[in-house]
């Protein structure tokens, strides 16, 4: 922060008055100010606090490297993109995998098929786990983002994050889940337990798909600006949350499959604080997010 | 008990006649009392007493000491109790409270009191009565203090007894009551003297009463009449008369004074100072106007004395001879010599011939009765010596000086008489000290006469009156004693050393009774005597004093020698036989009340009236008046009352006693001695045992009163002692302020004379000084003319000075010129050896001279010709070294400059230097910053390299689908071909076959070569056109023939000879369509991409060979295939060398490059 002396003096109070959010703005507009952009300082700043929406897209796009760091090549970097997405989209449209009617969603799906060289012989293949959680991915960031080839390759890359840097993380969540679920609330975890539910949980919805389809876009993105910026345990945090915040109705239900099927059909009217409980949680647990990469 | 019997025993022997015995006896009961502590030695002592009545018993009992007093009291008073053992019980307690104990104080506080008080209050008894009042008399100023919480019990006992006395309710005998009386009186004596307001204010309320108003009258009254008004009266009050402050001062004598000093009664007051002055005055002056003239002229002649009365100056001159009464200057000799003859004949002993003299236990009796009886004696001698001028001149008006002559006479034999006499006295110290003073006062003692005749005068009338019936027979008797005394002198001082020795305790109280009796007696004889030698003593003055003072000590001394010797020449003898019987036979007082009976109510001797005339001055007069009366009494042998009226009880006791007396001795005279019992029964029959009892009882009433007089008379003597020791302080000061005056004279008389020899020695100094100052003067004016002379001499001698000086300077002048001229004489020799020696030297000069000119001629030609030979030499060297001077100078210029230029450059160069790595670190920073700027390029070239990868791989892998696409599509096509074919032309299908092969290995490098192609074109996609086939082996024998195309152009050369090879191709490929040689980037990324390519080329070749062998599998046999196979494996193996090679130049392009770049 090398500007910390043009920075508002009241700003190391406001948070503590309960007023988040009011300086990051200014921070990090000085932080994309620089010409060439600070990935780290950039992955602090979006782990330690929430990113404002106006930004939202354009963080997402520098940390997920589908634009450079350099402002200078932001234009041509994009150009190239939409090149590359037309293209493909134009020679899927020749071999008329797609048509004017074919969905957004699946238009994405199937060029990152091909861009991924797994596009099936033809339509009638049935899709793959991968692809059902690239296209919930997609639907929700369609939600997020109006510009379609800028919601390809936030898709496209988010996914291939998933896929690559996070693979063994995202393996080890459950496990995780399951130890700090102990640390909050044994009893439920008991019961849990007690209902064999443990291991049937949806891990799928909450850990491949990061909880697209299961939350509302808005409060997927605040999850979403954790993950993106490289720490998924957020997303075991969250799901703690989610069962403490439905802990009695848990404890009601008695079956695996009860338990299943309410967790995958949560109620969306409070999932706003369920978010901020589980950031405060995840804060709790893991100390500074800067060094819980 | 052992102790008990020797208790017993003891007793018993306590009363054994043997000296020795009593004497271990005695001891032996004191030892014991010390040891025990119990009461039953001292109960034993008290019964033993009540039944013996025992003299030793009583003397241990009296002088009991401390732890034993309550014992003893506590007997008393359980005798007290009893009626019977009450009279001798009370005796005791008196004889006990008259030796004063040191626990007197304890009297008040014991129940004694109380049950003595209420005895007095109840009992009946005279005797017992009055016993008790003196007991309490005694004991009222042992207690002042403490007794006056029953005070009201005393006074109550006054009036009980007062009114006793006059009703006689017990109608006892009248003598009781007048020894009743007589102790009332005494008793109001002490309570008024004691008590003076609480009494009065008791007298007023109880006398108020009209029953008692007639007992005021008759008995109060009169006691009244002998009583002053106490001072306590007017300044005191009852509380303050009761404060212990007052009583503390005080001790018992001096309570007992108290009470004397406000007595008018002669009997009982004390005529110490002014009250009995003028009590006496007024008496006197009555009696005596004859005497007022001397008496005048004495207050004139001692005026120094001031206020001083004729009576009371007389003790005051008397104290200030001590030469003349040394020791002896008791208070007793001073009183005696004021009232002289009253005292000593007025106490009762004198007058019964048998009292004991006061035995008090602190002072030897024998030793006091003799001082006693020595100041009467000595007094009377000086008195008499006195007495002899106012006899023999006429009485009215005798010369003083005639009077101051005879004393004279008279003080200086007697100063003169002293010395033997004070030998006798056992004290040292004092004879020394007063016979120095005799001297030094004999002069003072011219004083004295006036104060001499003063005593004799005042009682001379008196004197005189009871002398003249004194036969003058006596006075030869005495003269005869007195010339055999003489002859004796030597023999009594041998007497008197034995006496000493005899002052045992035992001794004494067994001998000095008989002995002071004696001694008495004899003073009475020796007063008289002196009174008769009086009138004899004026024609030999000389002689009397000294005798009659040293015949005074033989009469009391010799006493107890004489009755040894039976009668004799002592002066006792030579008296009536009354006086040397009762002192022969009377050694013990157990026989003196016997004695005393017959005495009592017989008549009276008229051998003792003038005696007590001339003792009693006062009642004398009263007695002259009344003696007819009193005759007339005597004579019935009992006492009017009424006379009593006017006279005190103790007057009319005096007289009882003095009666009993009389006709004691009256009946004596008639009786034989040895037989005493059997002259009573001689005398009067058996006598009646009531008369026998009254007889008794008033004997012990009479002893009692003579102890109680005895007390006050020890008190007295206590006083007397005090004072005794005042007046010795006194004259002691006196004497010594006589002997600073003396001393003070001396040296004022010493200062008188220092001050003559000063005035003396001034006068001497004077002159001294006067030739002194002439001797100066007169020095002065010669030393003045000798000044004068040597200014005289100075002037002269300075003037001899001057000329002196003058001189000198003349011979200084002189000298010098002399000088002067002898220096010229010198120089002018030394000229002259000079000019001399000049002339010699010229001579020698001219000589060498001419030596040298020939010498000089020679080396000037030896000269000139080196100076030829020189002159050459020299000019040419000087030219060479002048010019390489010129030029060294000049190189050394040079040199400079080219060092300064030197300096000059070297600090440019510097200069330069330190731009130059100024600019060098400029560069190198902006070498950083390019740095930097090239990194961050690279890494914006990478992120855009990475995007358009991304692309490129996009691409390919639409490619890829569009390649399936396409195969697809053939495969479907030639699939519904064959199908035709097989249908209509079996021939035409085998051709067919051979095309599809040939079609399929072109095909697959068409789609390499336009993969290239589009990358080349940059992204302008055109389908190409699938139509145009060529025969493989032309391509491959093409290949080999274009060999020599540029490297660059290789791999497309290849790929546009297969495409030449084909005519279908319509598109020619050009080199200018690749981005070759514009820039590096370009060329880089052709040669990557080409790299990639090739390796992708490969990777495809397979990829489509597997296919061609698929579609061979799909397409059935075919044998033709299998013989074509070949040439593509051989064209693929060509493609690795080439790739290698271009690889090869790729890098050494690239370092060429990178090395360009970095430079």
Redesign the interface.
């Known amino acids: 922060m090398a500007d910390d002396s043009q920075r508002n003096f009241r700003s190391v109070y406001y948070e503590k008055v309960g007023f988040r959010g009011v300086e990051e703005k200014k921070s990090l507009e000085i932080l994309l100010k620089d010409d060439r952009l600070d990935i780290e300082k950039l992955c602090t700043f979006s782990q330690r606090f929430p990113l404002p929406s106006v930004y939202r897209i354009l963080v997402w796009k520098v940390l997920l490297g589908i634009i450079p760091p350099h402002h200078e090549s932001h234009t041509l970097v994009m150009n190239y993109r939409r090149e590359q997405y037309w293209d493909i989209h134009h020679a899927l449209r020749i071999i008329r995998f797609i048509n004017d009617s074919t969905p957004q969603v699946d238009v994405f799906l199937r060029i990152h098929q091909l861009e991924s060289g797994k596009l099936p012989r033809n339509l009638a293949f049935p899709l793959e786990p991968e692809d059902e959680v690239f296209l919930a991915i997609a639907k929700a960031m369609e939600e997020m983002v109006e510009d379609p080839i800028e919601c390809y390759w936030l898709v496209s890359c988010f996914v291939n994050q998933l896929n690559s840097k996070h693979k063994d993380s995202l393996q080890q969540l459950p496990k995780i889940l399951e130890q700090y679920l102990n640390v909050e609330d044994n009893r439920l975890l008991m019961h849990l337990k007690a209902c064999s539910a443990m291991s049937k949980l949806p891990y799928n919805l909450w850990f491949k798909k990061c909880f697209a389809g299961c939350l509302p876009e808005s409060s997927l993105q605040r999850v979403w600006d954790k993950v993106i910026s490289g720490s998924c345990k957020i997303l075991v945090f969250v799901a703690v949350e989610i069962l403490l915040t439905f802990k009695m109705k848990i404890i009601a239900l008695n079956t695996a499959e009860k338990i299943t099927q309410f967790l995958e059909n949560i109620p969306q009217d409070n999932t706003d604080a369920i978010v901020s409980k589980a950031v405060d949680l995840w804060r709790m647990h893991c100390g500074t997010p800067a060094h819980s990469v | 008990m052992a102790q008990q019997a020797n208790v017993g025993e003891l007793l018993s022997m306590l009363d054994s006649p043997i000296l020795g015995v009593l004497e271990d006896i005695t001891a032996a009961f004191k030892d014991n009392l010390i040891c025990d502590r119990g009461p039953m030695l001292v109960n034993n002592l008290v019964d033993y007493y009540l039944e013996t009545n025992s003299q030793q018993a009583l003397h241990i009992l009296s002088t009991l000491q401390e732890p034993h007093d309550k014992h003893l009291l506590d007997k008393i008073n359980e005798y007290m109790g009893k009626a019977a053992t009450r009279l001798p019980t009370l005796s005791l307690l008196g004889h006990v409270i008259r030796r004063q104990p040191s626990w007197k104080h304890k009297l008040s506080q014991a129940p004694l009191l109380l049950s003595l008080l209420k005895c007095l209050k109840t009992d009946t008894d005279v005797v017992v009565l009055t016993t008790g009042v003196l007991v309490l008399i005694t004991m009222l100023p042992m207690i002042p203090q403490s007794g006056k919480q029953y005070l009201h019990d005393f006074f109550g006992i006054f009036g009980r007894l007062s009114a006793w006395c006059l009703q006689n309710s017990g109608h006892v005998a009248e003598t009781y009551l007048v020894h009743l009386h007589a102790s009332v009186y005494a008793l109001f004596h002490r309570l008024y003297g004691m008590y003076p307001c609480n009494f009065v204010s008791f007298l007023r309320s109880h006398y108020s009463m009209k029953e008692n108003l007639e007992t005021f009258e008759e008995v109060v009254k009169p006691m009244m009449e002998h009583v002053r008004i106490h001072p306590e009266l007017v300044t005191g009050s009852k509380d303050h008369e009761l404060d212990p402050r007052r009583w503390k001062r005080l001790e018992t004598h001096d309570v007992v004074i108290e009470c004397a000093k406000i007595s008018l009664d002669p009997a009982e007051a004390s005529y110490e100072d002014g009250y009995y002055s003028v009590s006496r005055k007024l008496c006197t002056s009555l009696k005596h106007h004859q005497t007022d003239p001397s008496a005048s002229h004495y207050i004139d002649t001692q005026s120094s004395y001031g206020t001083s009365t004729p009576y009371s100056t007389p003790r005051l001159t008397l104290s200030q001879m001590p030469g003349q009464l040394p020791q002896i200057l008791s208070p007793q000799s001073m009183r005696l010599s004021t009232e002289p003859q009253q005292v000593t004949i007025w106490s009762p002993s004198a007058v019964c011939g048998m009292t004991t003299p006061p035995t008090s236990p602190g002072i030897t009796p024998s030793e006091s009765s003799q001082s006693a009886s020595q100041p009467y004696s000595k007094a009377f001698s000086t008195s008499a010596g006195g007495k002899g001028t106012p006899l023999g001149t006429p009485a009215t008006s005798p010369p003083p000086a005639c009077i101051s002559d005879d004393f004279v006479h008279v003080s200086l034999p007697s100063a003169a008489a002293t010395p033997p006499k004070k030998e006798d006295k056992p004290d040292p110290g004092r004879p020394l000290l007063y016979r120095q003073q005799n001297v030094t006062n004999s002069e003072k003692s011219l004083d004295t006469p006036g104060s001499k005749s003063s005593v004799t005068l005042s009682d001379l009338p008196e004197f005189l009156g009871g002398l003249s019936f004194e036969d003058s027979a006596e006075k030869d008797r005495e003269e005869d004693a007195i010339s055999k005394e003489i002859s004796e002198i030597t023999t009594d001082a041998e007497h008197m050393v034995p006496r000493g020795g005899f002052d045992s305790p035992f001794y004494r109280s067994n001998e000095s009774l008989s002995g002071s009796q004696k001694k008495t007696h004899s003073v009475v004889s020796s007063v008289q005597g002196h009174g008769l030698t009086s009138e004899p003593l004026t024609s030999s003055l000389d002689k009397p004093g000294p005798e009659s003072a040293r015949e005074t000590p033989k009469q009391t001394f010799t006493p107890i020698d004489k009755p040894c010797g039976g009668s004799g020449e002592s002066p006792a003898g030579n008296r009536e036989g009354t006086s040397g019987e009762t002192s022969i036979l009377t050694p013990s007082p157990c026989k003196v009340p016997a004695q005393r009976r017959v005495g009592f109510g017989s008549g009276q001797p008229p051998l003792y009236e003038h005696l007590f005339e001339v003792a009693l001055p006062k009642t004398a007069y009263l007695f002259v008046g009344k003696k007819t009366e009193e005759l007339l009494k005597k004579a019935k042998g009992t006492q009017d009352e009424d006379c009593m009226s006017s006279t005190s009880p103790v007057e009319v006791l005096d007289r009882l006693i003095q009666q009993g007396a009389d006709a004691h001795t009256k009946e004596l005279s008639k009786l034989s001695l040895p037989s005493k019992s059997a002259d009573w029964t001689h005398f009067g029959g058996s006598p009646p045992s009531d008369e026998i009892h009254t007889l008794r009882n008033q004997l012990l009433l009479l002893h009692n009163q003579l102890l109680y007089e005895r007390f006050k008379r020890q008190q007295h003597a206590l006083r007397n002692r005090r004072l005794l020791r005042k007046v010795i302080k006194a004259t002691a000061l006196e004497e010594h302020n006589a002997a600073m005056k003396d001393q003070l004279k001396l040296q004022e008389r010493e200062i008188q004379a220092f001050k003559l020899s000063l005035q003396k020695e001034q006068a001497r100094y004077h002159q001294f000084q006067e030739e002194h100052e002439n001797i100066v003067a007169q020095l002065h004016s010669q030393i003045r003319q000798l000044q004068h002379d040597r200014e005289e001499f100075y002037n002269q001698s300075q003037e001899l000075q001057t000329k002196l000086e003058d001189c000198r300077n003349m011979i200084a002048d002189l000298r010098l010129e002399l000088k002067k001229a002898n220096n010229k004489v010198c120089h002018t020799e030394l000229l002259l050896s000079q000019v001399s020696q000049k002339l010699s030297n010229s001579e020698s000069v001219q000589q060498q001279m001419e030596f040298l000119n020939r010498q000089l001629l020679v080396l000037g030609e030896v000269n000139e010709l080196y100076l030829e030979q020189l002159q050459h030499k020299h000019t040419d060297t000087t030219k060479e070294v002048e010019m390489l001077h010129a030029a060294f100078r000049k190189e050394l210029e040079k040199a400079k400059f080219c060092v300064q230029q030197q300096s000059q450059r070297l600090d440019a160069s510097q200069k330069r230097i330190a731009e130059l790595e100024s600019q060098l670190a400029k560069k190198d920073h902006l070498f950083l910053e390019q740095k930097k700027y090239l990194e961050?390029i690279k890494?914006?070239a990478?992120?855009?390299l990475?995007?358009?990868e991304?692309?490129y791989?996009?691409?390919k892998?639409?490619t890829?689908?569009?390649e399936?696409?396409i195969l697809d599509l053939f495969g479907r096509l030639e699939k519904s071909s064959l199908l035709k074919k097989l249908e209509e032309k079996t021939e035409a299908a085998e051709a067919a076959e051979e095309r599809l092969d040939c079609g399929n290995e072109g095909c697959a490098d068409t789609v390499a070569g336009y993969s290239e192609e589009t990358i080349g074109r940059n992204?302008e996609t055109k389908p190409p056109s699938t139509r145009g086939s060529s025969s493989s082996k032309g391509g491959s024998s093409s290949e080999l023939s274009t060999p020599e195309k540029p490297q660059n152009q290789r791999f497309s050369s290849r790929w546009e000879t297969s495409m030449l090879l084909e005519p279908s191709t319509t598109v020619p490929l050009t080199v200018g369509s690749l981005p070759s040689s514009k820039s590096f980037l370009g060329m880089k990324a052709r040669e990557l991409f080409r790299n990639k390519s090739e390796s992708q080329c490969d990777e495809e070749g397979v990829t489509i060979n597997s296919l061609s062998d698929t579609l061979k599998t799909e397409l059935c046999k075919d044998p033709s295939m299998e013989t074509k196979a070949p040439p593509s494996p051989d064209n693929l193996s060509l493609s690795p060398k080439i790739q290698e090679s271009s690889v090869g130049q790729l890098h050494i392009m690239d370092y060429n490059e990178t090395h360009h770049d970095h430079s």
């Open positions: 961050d890494i914006q990478r992120g855009q990475q995007a358009v991304s692309r791989k996009a691409q892998r639409i890829q689908a569009f399936l696409e992204g």
